[in-house]
């Protein structure tokens, strides 16, 4: 599939809870004094097994033997004798990865100079955190891991925990072993805990994998992580074991910097999902309170959290008390009031659905783009008369300088185009595209403003919203048949030439267009081989690229030209998809279409099936299911009337 605003679409609200840890992490980096050099990753060399003399940390199989010298060099790291000291400190430097667990256990040994001695030592052994069976996305996100700031490796922590099918896992349970920050270690182990806000359920842990990544360590957050595995067997037996672990954050948070709220806020949270498990309504809604209580009053995104995590798992008698305690609290903000709507429409309770919706849209933002923001949430949860809403309020409140509203007339007029209220978009972007005409302030305010915000908001050049104008136009005149008017508003908008992959849909339109001379027609043809060639060089160019392998299949399958082919390409850019569900989605969309244009219909009602799992809001792709499954119906209504002919025919020649 080949869409203007088919993209991933992240808010600047994620990442909350991690963030933070990130902050905390730096100041308790700074007055510990760690320096860069602590964590220098070395070369990615295979795993040596046994108590191996290196000075990089790795993982291996227990050696017992190994394990009791270790630990007499650390007694002797507090020896009177400064010559013992010294050949213990030496020895316990080359054994190095060996001795890490041990010598971290050492950090807080009742001997001053034992544990000073340690915490040196630690600082001489160099972490290896790429492996070498590590999938391609792993050893990209880790690759200058040992060389980051804190702040840079608990984003690191973060992406790795997005990684779908669990394909951050190891990573994560290596962080939690190695990194010698006590707050991106439980960062690590909580990626992995905390529970989902996802509809879909986590696929199953590899327990195997898990102990063998976090070896022998006894350190807070690799405990959580074996008691975790346990959880997944018996998660009534866990409770007990999970109040105790967060009784003892809460009573370290009092001593040291070693923990955080957030942290316990996970914790919690972890608590609380085992309780939903097991059926504990009381405990459940207990545990919300304590959550609120750690909260205070932190990050909105927090109480979106919790809205969505009950809603995804259909807690209702938890919601409704949640709700009513914390009336006050929602609304104060503009996000919780919709999440709250959102979660009495799933509900079924649709008048208080609308009531939160309106008080929501009612709410002064009080960040950069939160009206904006909120509006697209709004739209990738398939509640579209709540996105036109709230987007026109944002053109018509927020100040022009603020650039927002140009945001609000570019996605709502995408959002209404999908919806295939043409006229409406067109008329959205008219007053836009005559502002930047007409006044150059304003195209030059916009041409500042995209390319400061180009990489996260993907807005097109001045004379691509032109293009986008006409193109929203031609296909209103399309709609109500008047093609001689819609073919001028093609041409138009394909004058204006944005990107030429924005130009893909305003090619497809014009090729399928029911009337044009011959000469247009052929205009038509020869700018679609132009740019069919142009993807096919950007393949030669970069065939690990899934982009132009999707774009050429999407071209094609919707016009003319080798269809097996598109299929092929198709299937190509699933493989190299690098963008997670949003471009598995778009890319399962493509090859749906592919499929039909060759004529195998139950292979295109699939792949439409599977994308629509993957992002069920857009509404072209749910015309799409509905056009091959009308196909493939009619298909098999024929292969039933051919075999009954078949049949009659057979009879009468006996």
């Not at 207990?286 to 009053?297: P, Q, T």
């Not at 836009?432 to 915000?453: A, C, M, P």
């Amino acid at each position: 599939m080949l869409r203007q605003f088919h993209q991933g679409r992240d808010t600047p609200y994620q990442g909350g809870v991690l963030f933070t840890l990130a902050i905390c992490a730096v100041w308790f980096a700074a007055i510990c004094n760690l320096s860069a050099e602590d964590l220098v990753a070395t070369t990615t060399k295979p795993p040596i097994a046994g108590a191996a003399k290196n000075s990089t940390a790795t993982l291996s199989k227990p050696d017992p033997a190994a394990d009791k010298r270790v630990q007499e060099l650390i007694h002797q790291l507090g020896s009177p004798r400064y010559t013992v000291r010294r050949e213990a400190a030496n020895e316990l430097r080359q054994i190095g990865a060996e001795a890490f667990d041990a010598l971290h256990v050492a950090t807080e040994d009742s001997d001053p100079e034992i544990a000073a001695s340690a915490n040196y030592l630690l600082r001489q052994i160099a972490v290896r955190w790429v492996y070498p069976d590590d999938p391609a996305n792993v050893k990209t996100l880790l690759r200058q891991y040992g060389q980051q700031a804190d702040a840079a490796r608990v984003r690191t922590v973060e992406e790795l925990a997005k990684l779908p099918q669990n394909a951050g896992v190891a990573a994560l349970c290596r962080i939690a072993r190695f990194d010698r920050s006590p707050l991106i270690s439980r960062a690590a182990a909580l990626a992995i805990i905390e529970p989902a806000g996802s509809a879909k359920p986590r696929p199953p842990m590899d327990a195997t994998l898990v102990e063998q990544q976090l070896g022998g360590s006894s350190r807070a957050a690799v405990v959580w992580l074996r008691q975790y595995i346990a959880q997944q067997r018996e998660p009534a037996a866990a409770i007990a074991a999970w109040k105790q672990v967060i009784d003892q954050e809460t009573a370290r948070l009092e001593k040291n910097n070693d923990t955080s709220k957030e942290v316990i806020f996970g914790l919690v949270w972890n608590l609380a999902d085992l309780y939903r498990q097991v059926g504990d309504q009381p405990a459940l809604i207990a545990a919300l309170e304590r959550m609120m209580e750690l909260n205070g009053d932190g990050p909105d995104a927090t109480i979106v959290q919790l809205l969505n995590w009950l809603t995804v798992n259909k807690q209702w008698g938890a919601l409704d008390a949640y709700l009513a305690k914390y009336e006050s609290r929602l609304a104060q903000g503009k996000r919780p009031l919709y999440y709250a709507a959102l979660a009495r429409a799933e509900q079924g309770k649709k008048d208080l659905a609308e009531k939160l919706a309106a008080q929501a849209l009612g709410v002064d933002s009080q960040v950069r783009f939160e009206s904006f923001s909120a509006a697209r949430e709004l739209e990738s949860r398939n509640q579209f008369e709540w996105a036109v809403r709230e987007y026109r309020a944002t053109i018509e409140k927020q100040p022009a300088e603020s650039g927002e509203p140009f945001l609000a007339r570019i996605s709502l007029a995408s959002l209404l185009h999908d919806h295939e209220q043409d006229k409406e978009a067109a008329d959205v972007l008219e007053q836009l595209v005559k502002s930047i005409q007409n006044d150059s302030r304003t195209g030059e305010f916009y041409t500042n403003f995209r390319k400061l915000y180009l990489e996260s908001l993907n807005l097109p050049e001045v004379d691509g919203i032109a293009g986008r104008y006409h193109f929203y136009r031609g296909c209103q005149y399309q709609a109500e048949k008047d093609f001689t008017r819609a073919r001028d508003e093609f041409d138009t908008a394909l004058r204006f030439r944005p990107k030429d992959e924005d130009i893909a849909d305003l090619l497809i339109a014009m090729y399928n267009l029911p009337e044009g001379s011959d000469a247009w027609r052929a205009s038509v043809r020869q700018q679609l081989r132009r740019l069919t060639d142009k993807f096919q060089q950007e393949i030669d160019r970069n065939p690990l690229e899934p982009t132009p392998y999707n774009q050429w299949a999407w071209l094609v399958s919707n016009t003319e030209g080798d269809f097996q082919k598109a299929i092929q390409y198709s299937k190509r850019s699933l493989e190299l998809n690098d963008n997670g569900d949003s471009g598995a989605a778009s890319y399962l969309d493509t090859l749906g279409r592919c499929y039909y244009a060759a004529g195998d219909y139950e292979n295109a009602v699939q792949c439409e099936r599977q994308a629509l799992e993957k992002v069920n809001y857009l509404q072209v792709m749910r015309r799409q299911l509905a056009l091959f499954e009308k196909a493939l119906a009619e298909k098999k209504a024929g292969d039933k009337e051919r075999g009954a002919g078949s049949k009659e025919r057979g009879a009468g020649s006996k």
